[in-house]
Each structure stands twice: as structure tokens, then as C-alpha cells.
């Protein structure tokens, strides 16, 4: 069923999309970045995915979970690829600028970050907003493009190209960990809601004529948006603890940090000189 | 740069007489660990009793030695015990007793705060065991199920007793957690940041954390609970439009997590004894933790998988079972650890290093059975038989309980200054090797046989006799290991060995201080350089900074009135979203439009006005503390009282509207949206109560002049309150009044 012809969409716009990202790139920055290319490419095939295959043509109208993947891929892991494809010595050369240094900087703050990551999530999914995001082409496309920006402000202040704005990794660490119970507590929520909290998805207009295989496959829509609340929930909390996992890493092998001047000959060191 | 580090300013005064009297009056960190200890131990005794009750009446099968109402009273009471009293108390004590020491601290963040939790406790357990008296102990199980839980199904004051004393005890839990969250953030001594402090404050740093996170779901439970109770609401009553699923979704959103309170410090127990008795560094001390931090993340999303028989779906039952299996994987990467410590290394088989083994191995196996219960199917045959009593004894006894018993042979000596008798600890190891895994692997088969757990009898099915009998009498045989202990401490106390500074040639800051250490812990400290700074100082011809660097020390320690402040709202948000939760759950539902809504009785232009001054009393705050660090006082005391004022015109602002509201009909009781409307709002107008009461100390402080730049400090960490209580107050009324989410 997978390979029935309908659940693709050959056509869609996400293939130039990705392509005049892979051309810019290599226009870009040419030979600095055969690094970051790898990284590049898998979020351009994410794009591709997100839009060509089953994903993309299910999220349009039909299965709340469909739209649910393609929410996340857009927000959370294709602003990842790219902000990881960008190669560090140019970027640094970039950002010396002091304008882009200025923008940087400020997106360095966690704040504007969280909240345009956990922010996205819950405000598209207010019924009415998630409705009119699923009917009408241009709020759709809108939704799309905010998922990609607030996702790469939101990744910002984890992976930015150049280290000076990314958080320490503690700071990281309780930023991630925030996230994730901003996106547990929307996932509970429309997991066990009785609700329809995406009523575009509730009596879908059957123009492809796979509706019934999908309820006859258990997809029905209250299931189905269950399935959606959980993939709200547990993938980006698994992404956010990988990450975690990485900054842990990170900070434990961190061994050039600023050391202060240490005193010559601990032992027996009078306590109280320590203190104050 | 600051190096202020081991700044206390209430550092516990020397008691000059050790009598009785004067642990009343402890603030002394190493005294009030003591105490959480003795306290732990005494109702280990207590629940031990319970449950040897327990294990005779069902030694024979039809026995009658027990009325069903006083076996229900037994296995309720033995649950809670072990889990508040004993569990609970038991790790504080250890944290802290031996945290200032380890990373070189004179005591803890607040010494006073500390006291008073530890008193909390004792309080919380006289509650408790009150309703003995009373003649109607709690009889609903550890986890006071609702329907049973309520008013119509337990008439007899019990299960109060049981809400009280828990909220009581879960107060005291929070405040010693952040206490000892600050102290590790806060006064760790020159040269130990935080990727050098030992395994021990490390994990113990995430147990706080976990605490702080998990007790609120269960205070929001209780609170409901006892709303429903005395108030008549009926948030846990289906017959009454509440939801029975709601009470066990709170709680165990308290109850998984809790059990990783206890694993955590028996991982941090053993990641200290299994290094020094294989005379090593621990293999992986990143991993270790690393995956102890995730595991903080990951115990709070599989709750439900206690729930798998309540129908919540299939997708929700994959989802969950899913999750569970990988929070099994941070555990078991744990167990290479210690047995790749173990590979190699020159191991000295003491007690303490035995009994760190048999937790090993008794671990695993309760783990596999955990891995058992998360595959769905296999929960569904197996729930509430005794195979889960099995598993979680695995896990409680056979590992935490054995962590136990090797940190206490490991660290008696420290805060005796006595070695423990070996071949008395042998004896009593084997006793409870034997007695342990007699008493629980015979329940597995039970469990298998489909004996259910929580009956009083059985009747006399083929093999149940048998079994039942071996577990029976092997609970006596750990009863004996018990009483080898306690002989074992009393003669070691009377006649034992003396034991030096570091009997053991152990690694950490606590060992280079005298046994027992003197009131202010230490007189010089060694340089540290690694995570090993006493075995650097003992060989520092192998010193570990020679071969190894962990990353320096920066000299930065956050305030610890502002750390603590945080970690206080961190805790506090929980119980609000937990109450906000509910609010949605009740409120979403179209069918029950019986009685008033919010769209019907609230006056949403109304409060919105008086919102305007709650949320403008941030701002003056803001002024009030920009005065104070500029040093203008009278400006600063201008601005503070504006902000008393304007929070004060707030809660006249909600007074009008229950007033209102009351007239109208409008109770707690009327129906869900009122009870849920009234104690989300009413739990909020407390809080701002007593910011209201803070602010106007601090105001009293700063008209007699106390209020000096430097112990602005703790304004800020009010504001942190202050400020908290004011977005709070914004998620409630676009959730509440502007009806967002419904
Ligand atoms: C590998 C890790 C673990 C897994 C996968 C696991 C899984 C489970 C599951 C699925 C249940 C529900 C059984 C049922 O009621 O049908 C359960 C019950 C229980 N587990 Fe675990 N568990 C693990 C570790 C632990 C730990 C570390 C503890 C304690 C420190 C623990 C204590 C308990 C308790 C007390 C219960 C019974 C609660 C009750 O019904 O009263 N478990 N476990
Ligand atoms: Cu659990």
C-alpha cells in the first residue's frame, strides 16, 4: 500500500527546496565545506521525504500522526542537519561581522530560543490554527516555514557554528531537559484528551480514495491521534536526551577550562584560608 | 573570580556537651544524618515486624491468625513504612552525613533548613502510626487506589491520617532535597568541580533533583484527594463525574520515578565500594554519571507501564512498554561498569564488598523481571499476582537493601571510629543471602501459579502449601541477620577495633579526616586535582592527575539563596501543572455541561483588571531591587511596599469573586469545574499569601536598617519566588479564563 501511486507526490516544491540548498551550499562554500555536506544532504533528504513521500501526502488532510512526523522533521531534525552542515572557520569569519556577531549573540540567549521551539509546537496546535494550517495551502506553507525558522533558533544556542554562542553545557543540559517536558506535557495532553484537538483530521474528504484502508489498517482517527500525541512525546524527548548524552560528553572531556591560579604545595593546606 | 567557596554563615556552633538533649537541638549535619539514619533503622524494625505478621498469616494456607481487615491494615502500613520511613530517611541520612564531607564542605547549604526537614519526619511518622489508636490504620495499599480511597468506599479517618502524614513527610523531603542540591552546587570546596566530585555526590546531586520533580505529582494527588475527602468534591469519583484513572496516573507519576530515589543512591553507594575494594578507579566514571543523570529524564516517562491493565490503549501500552525498555538500558550499561571495576582489578572480599556483589547479581535479576513486566502481554498475566511482588522486592531488597548493608560496613568506621566485626558481618550476609532469595524466589512461581498479592489466605491449591511455607520461614532468617547486625554494632561500639582515619585506603575527602570527623569536618584538605584527592595524597608517586586530567575547577559557585530559590520553583511548577492538568481533564469534556463552566460564572474583564496589578507587582519588584543594589533605601523601600500593595489588591480581587461566587451557589463541591476551579485558584492565592508575608519581613527588615546590599541576596532569591508566582498566574488565566485548551 506504501507503493500505491497516490501516497506519493512526485511533484512537490520540497525537491526544489532541497536542491537550491545543496546548490547554494556548494556555491557557498565550496571546497571548506566537504564536512558539512554529509549533514547537508541528509536534511535536504529529510526535506524531500518529508513532503514526496507518504509522510507529506498523509499529513494533508488525512492522518494527524502523518502530519505529526513532518512536524517534527521540520522543527526539530532538518534545522539540526543544517545548523550541523554549516562549516566552523567560515562561520567564524562570518560572524566576526559585527551585525551578524549582534544576531548571533542574541539568539544565543536561551530564552527566544525555547520559546520559539516549544512555542511552535503548542501554538499550531490550537484546533483553529491546525485546521486552517491542514485546509488552506498558504497557512500551510506558512506553518512550514516557521517550523524550519523557530527550529533553527531553537537549535541556536545548542549547536550554533560558532562555540562562543552556544550555552555551556550545563545550562544546555537544563534547556533540553525544559523542552522536554514542554513537549511531554503537550503529548500527555493530546494523547488523552477526548478532544479533537486537529478537527481538519477528524472527517477527512477522501480525495485519494485510501480512507478505508487506513481504518481498515486500525488507523482511525481517534487511534490516530493518540499515535500523534505520542510521537509528540517520546521522539523529541529521545533526540533531547542523545543530545544530553553529547553535551555529557562534552563537558566531561572538557579539560581546557580556565583554571585558577591553584596555590603551590596543597597538603595541609589551613582550611580556613579557603573560605572567604 | 570568586573563590569564596565554603562560605557558611551558620555553621553548626560546637555543642560543647554531647548529651541527649542537645541532638534536639543539632544543626550539625553529621547529628541530623545520624538521626535520619536512626530514625530509618527504627522503622525498618517496625515494618519488619509488619511484615513477618504478614509472611506467618500466610505461612499455612486458610489461616485465620490474622482478621482480613488487620492483614490490609499490615500490608498498607508495611508499603508505606518502608517507602517514607525507611527508604526515604534512610539515603537523606547518608547524603547527608557524608556529602559536606566528600567534597570538602564544613556542612551543608542551610544547617537550619536541614533540621527542620529532618523533624518533619518524625512529626509525619507519629501521624501515621496515630491511627493505630484511632482503631482504623490506612487500609488502601501503598498507592490508596480511588474509588477505594474515598469517601464512600473508607469512611473511617485512615486514609486521612495517611494524606497528612504524607503530605507532611513530602514536605520535608523537598526542602532536604534542595538543601542538598545547593550544597553540592554551592559549597564544594577549591579545585572539586563538578566533574570531579565523587560518584556518591554526583548521583546523590540527581536523586535531589529527582525528589524535587517527583514529590509534587503526589502532593497534587493528596491534596485532591483530601479536597474530595473533606470537601465533598469528586475528582476521584466516577459515580460523580470524576476519574478513578486520574489518581493512579498522579500517583504513579510519583511512584515510578520514586523507586529511582531509592535506586539512585544504591548505584552511588556501590560505585563507591566497588572501586576502593577492588582497588581501582571506578571503569567509565562518565558513563556512570552520565547515564544516572538520563535516567532522571527517562523515569519520568513510563509511569504508566503500572497501568498497562486499565486499558489505556494499544498505542499508548506500545509507547510506554517501549520507553521502559530503554530506561532499562542506562541501568544495564551501570552494571558493566561496576563488573568491568570488578574485572581485574585486586579484590578484597570484605563484607561491605559482598554484600556490593550479592546487589550485583540480585539486581539484574529483578531488572529482568522489570523487562518481563514492560512486555505488555506478560503484565496482563502477571499483575497483581505475587510475581510483581517478587520483582519489586528484587529490586528494593535484593539490590537497595544490599547497597545498604555495604555502605553501612563501608562507612561505619567513619562515623564511629569502629570497625564492624567481619565474621559477624559474614554471618549475617549469608543469613540474608539465604533468607532473601528464599523468601522472594519462591514467589515468582507463586506469582507464575496465579496466587494474587493483597489477599489475606489461599485456599490449598497443589504446591501453594510448600511454597508459601519456604518463603515463610526464610523471612525469619534475614529477621536473624538483622538481630547479628544489631549485635554486631553494639559490640563494635563497646569493644571494637579503632579504626584510623582510612581503614580501608579509600579514595575520597571524607577519608582524610579523623573518624569520627570533629564538629567542623576538617582541619587541612589536600589539594585536589582528580576525582581521588585522598589517594593522591597517600600515593603520590601513582597520583591519578599524572595520567589523567578531568577538567579544572573554574572557581564559580552560584549563590545559594538564588539556587535554592530555583530549585524550589522548579519543584513548585510540577504541583501547578499537575493541578492545571486536571483543570483541562475536567474542563475539556462537552458531555457533562451540568452546572456552572467557566464561560458561565467567571467575570473574565474583572479579574483580568486585577491581574494587571499582580503582574505590575513584578515589575515593581524589579524597580524595588533595581533601587536596592544602586544602595537607595528609601527608594527601594518605596517600591517594595508598592508591590506588597499591589499583590494585596490581587487578593482582595479574588476574595470578591469567591464571595461572588459562594452567593451564587458556586462551592467546591458543586461540581468538577468549581472544585477544580477553586483549588487551582485557591492553591495559587495561597502562594501569593506567603510571597505577601516574605516581602513584608523583608520590608520590616529594611525599615530597622537590617536590610543591607550584601544580604540582598535573598531579595533576589524571593523575587525568584515572586516572579514565578505571577507566570503561574498567566498559565492559569489563559487556561482558566481565557479557556485556552478547551
Ligand atoms: C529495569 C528496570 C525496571 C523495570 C523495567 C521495571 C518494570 C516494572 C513494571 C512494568 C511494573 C508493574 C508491574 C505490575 O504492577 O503489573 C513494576 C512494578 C514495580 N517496580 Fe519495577 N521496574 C524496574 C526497576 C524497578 C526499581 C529500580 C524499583 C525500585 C527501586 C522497582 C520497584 C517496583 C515496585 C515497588 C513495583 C510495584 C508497585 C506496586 O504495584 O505496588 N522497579 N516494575
Ligand atoms: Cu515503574
Known amino acids: ?88 572557520e567560515k562561520m567564524a569569519q562570518w560572524f566576526e561581522n559585527a551585525r551578524l556577531d549582534r544576531a548571533g549573540r542574541m539568539l544565543s540567549h536561551p530564552v527566544p530560543g525555547w520559546v520559539c521551539g516549544v512555542g511552535a509546537m503548542w501554538l499550531w496546535h490550537v484546533p483553529v490554527l491546525c485546521s486552517a494550517a491542514t485546509q488552506n495551502a498558504g497557512i500551510g506553507c506558512l506553518r512550514d516555514t516557521s517550523f524550519l525558522l523557530a527550529g533553527l533558533a531553537f537549535w541556536w544556542p545548542i549547536f550554533a557554528p560558532v562555540q562562543r554562542y552556544r550555552l555551556p553545557p550545563l545550562s544546555g543540559i537544563s534547556y533540553l531537559f525544559s523542552a522536554c517536558i514542554g513537549c511531554t506535557l503537550l503529548g500527555i495532553y493530546i494523547t488523552f484528551t477526548t478532544i479533537t484537538v486537529c478537527p481538519a483530521f477528524a472527517n477527512p474528504v477522501d480525495r485519494l480514495h485510501v480512507l478505508t484502508s487506513l481504518y481498515d489498517a486500525g ?32 563537558w566531561y572531556s572538557n579539560t581546557e577550562t580556565v583554571t585558577p591560579p591553584e596555590s603551590p604545595g596543597g597538603y595541609g593546606r589551613p582550611f580556613s584560608t579557603s573560605a572567604k | 573570580m570568586s573563590t569564596e567557596v565554603v562560605q557558611q554563615y551558620e555553621t553548626a556552633k560546637a555543642d560543647s556537651n554531647w548529651g541527649l538533649l542537645s541532638w534536639f537541638a543539632s544543626v550539625d549535619h553529621k547529628r541530623i544524618g545520624l538521626l535520619y539514619m536512626l530514625l530509618a533503622v527504627f522503622f525498618l524494625v517496625i515494618g519488619g515486624v509488619e511484615a513477618l505478621l504478614i509472611r506467618v498469616q500466610l505461612a499455612v494456607p486458610n489461616n485465620t491468625f490474622l482478621s482480613p481487615q488487620f492483614f490490609n491494615q499490615l500490608f ?146 493528596l491534596a485532591m484527594l483530601l479536597i474530595d475527602r473533606w470537601l465533598g468534591a469528586a475528582f476521584f469519583e466516577p459515580a460523580r463525574g470524576g476519574s478513578a484513572l486520574l489518581w493512579q496516573h498522579f500517583f504513579w507519576m510519583f511512584g515510578h520515578p520514586e523507586v529511582y530515589v531509592f535506586a539512585l543512591p544504591a548505584f552511588a553507594m556501590v560505585s563507591e565500594v566497588i572501586p576502593v575494594f577492588s582497588r581501582k578507579p571506578i571503569y567509565g566514571y562518565a558513563f556512570v554519571a552520565g547515564s544516572s543523570s538520563v535516567i532522571v529524564l527517562l523515569s519520568y516517562g513510563v509511569w504508566a507501564h503500572h497501568m498497562f491493565a486499565v486499558g489505556l490503549g494499544m498505542g499508548a501500552n506500545i509507547f510506554f512498554a517501549a520507553a521502559t525498555l530503554l530506561i532499562a538500558i542506562p541501568t544495564g550499561i551501570k552494571i558493566f561498569n561496576w563488573t568491568a571495576t570488578l574485572w581485574g582489578g585486586s579484590i578484597r572480599c570484605t563484607t561491605a564488598m559482598l554484600f556490593a556483589i550479592a546487589f550485583l547479581v540480585q539486581f539484574v535479576v529483578g531488572g529482568l523481571t522489570g523487562i518481563m513486566f514492560a512486555t505488555v502481554p506478560i503484565d496482563w498475566q502477571l499483575t497483581d499476582t505475587y510475581f510483581v511482588v517478587a520483582h519489586f522486592h528484587y529490586v528494593l ?19 564511629t571510629g569502629k570497625m564492624l566485626d567481619e565474621r559477624l558481618g559474614k554471618i549475617q550476609f549469608w543469613l540474608w543471602v539465604i533468607g532473601f ?125 538564588k539556587t535554592s530559590a530555583w530549585a524550589f520553583v522548579v519543584s513548585e511548577a510540577i504541583f501547578f501543572i499537575l493541578l492545571l492538568v486536571a483543570y483541562v481533564v475536567f474542563n475539556a469534556r462537552v458531555e457533562d455541561a451540568s452546572g456552572p463552566t467557566s464561560e458561565t460564572a467567571l467575570n473574565v474583564l474583572r479579574t483580568g483588571i486585577f491581574s494587571v496589578f499582580l503582574l505590575s507587582s513584578s515589575v515593581s519588584f524589579w524597580l524595588a531591587e533595581r533601587h536596592l543594589s544602586r544602595g537607595d533605601t528609601t527608594g527601594f523601600r518605596k517600591y517594595l511596599a508598592m508591590t506588597i500593595l499591589l499583590g494585596v489588591v490581587f487578593l482582595v480581587g479574588q476574595a470578591i469573586e469567591y464571595n461572588e461566587l459562594i452567593q451564587d451557589g458556586v462551592t467546591i463541591n458543586r461540581n468538577l469545574f468549581a472544585s477544580t476551579f477553586f483549588t487551582v485558584t485557591g492553591f495559587h492565592g495561597l502562594h501569593v499569601t506567603g510571597g505577601l508575608v516574605a516581602l513584608s519581613i523583608m520590608l520590616l527588615m529594611a525599615r530597622k536598617g537590617y536590610l543591607t546590599p550584601k544580604r540582598s541576596k535573598v531579595f533576589g532569591a524571593i523575587g525568584v519566588y515572586w516572579h514565578f508566582v505571577d507566570v503561574v498566574w498567566i498559565a492559569v488565566f489563559t487556561i482558566i479564563y481565557l479557556g485556552f485548551l478547551q
Open chain 1, 1 to 88: 500500500m506504501i507503493w500505491d501511486h497516490a501516497l506519493w507526490h512526485w511533484t512537490s516544491l520540497a525537491w526544489l527546496v532541497a536542491l537550491v540548498w545543496v546548490a547554494l551550499y556548494l556555491i557557498v562554500f565550496r571546497r571548506a565545506a566537504v564536512h558539512g555536506l554529509r549533514s547537508l544532504v541528509l536534511g535536504a533528504s529529510l526535506m524531500v521525504l518529508a513532503f514526496v513521500s507518504p509522510i507529506g501526502v498523509l499529513a494533508d488532510g488525512y492522518l494527524f500522526s502523518a502530519h505529526m512526523v513532518q512536524h517534527l522533521l521540520l522543527l526539530l531534525v532538518i534545522p539540526m542537519c543544517l545548523l550541523l552542515s554549516l562549516p566552523k
Open chain 2, 76 to 221: 498498607t502500613m508495611h508499603g508505606t513504612t518502608m517507602v517514607f520511613l525507611v527508604g526515604m530517611p534512610v539515603f537523606t541520612g547518608f547524603a547527608n552525613y557524608l556529602i559536606p564531607l566528600m567534597i570538602g564542605a564544613k556542612d551543608v547549604a542551610f544547617p537550619r533548613l536541614n533540621a527542620m526537614s529532618f523533624w518533619m519526619l518524625p512529626f509525619g511518622a507519629v501521624l501515621l502510626y496515630w491511627s493505630f489508636l484511632t482503631g482504623s490504620a490506612p487500609d488502601a495499599g501503598w498507592f490508596s487506589y480511588a474509588p477505594l480511597s474515598t469517601k464512600p468506599y473508607s469512611s473511617l479517618p485512615g486514609v486521612d491520617y495517611w494524606i497528612i502524614s504524607l503530605a507532611v513527610m513530602g514536605i520535608g523531603s523537598v526542602a532536604g532535597a534542595i538543601n542538598i542540591a545547593a550544597t553540592v552546587i554551592c559549597c564544594r570546596a577549591p579545585g572539586m568541580s563538578l566533574q570531579r566530585v565523587p560518584l556518591f555526590v554526583w548521583i546523590m546531586l540527581m536523586q535531589a533533583i529527582l525528589i524535587l520533580i517527583t514529590i509534587p505529582p503526589l502532593n497534587s494527588a
Open chain 1, 219 to 250: 488507523l482511525t482517527p481517534a487511534i490516530d491521534q493518540q499515535l500523534g500525541g505520542l510521537l509528540m512525546w517520546v521522539p523529541p524527548c529521545s533526540l533531547y536526551v542523545g543530545v544530553i548524552i553529547s553535551l555529557l560528553c562534552r
Open chain 2, 437 to 561: 532469595n528464599g523468601t522472594f524466589g519462591v514467589q515468582h512461581f507463586l506469582g507464575f501459579m496465579g496466587m494474587p498479592r493483597r489477599v489475606y489466605t489461599y485456599a490449598d491449591h497443589p504446591g501453594w502449601a510448600t511454597l508459601n511455607a519456604i518463603s515463610s520461614v526464610s523471612a525469619f532468617f534475614m529477621a536473624a541477620g538483622t538481630l547479628v547486625l544489631v549485635w554486631n554494632v553494639i559490640s563494635s561500639l563497646l569493644r571494637g577495633s579503632t579504626a584510623g582515619a582510612n581503614p580501608w585506603d579509600a579514595f575520597t575527602l571524607e577519608w582524610f579526616t579523623t573518624s569520627p570527623p570533629p564538629v567542623e569536618n576538617f582541619e587541612s584538605l589536600p589539594e585536589i586535582k582528580s576525582r581521588r584527592p585522598v589517594w593522591d595524597a597517600n600515593h603520590p608517586e601513582q597520583a591519578d592527575w599524572k595520567t589523567s586530567t578531568t577538567p579544572a575547577d573554574n572557581g564559580h559557585r552560584p549563590d545559594k539563596a
Open chain 2, 397 to 415: 531488597i535484593g539490590g537497595i537493601v544490599f547497597a545498604l548493608f555495604a555502605a553501612t560496613y563501608y562507612w561505619f568506621p567513619k562515623i
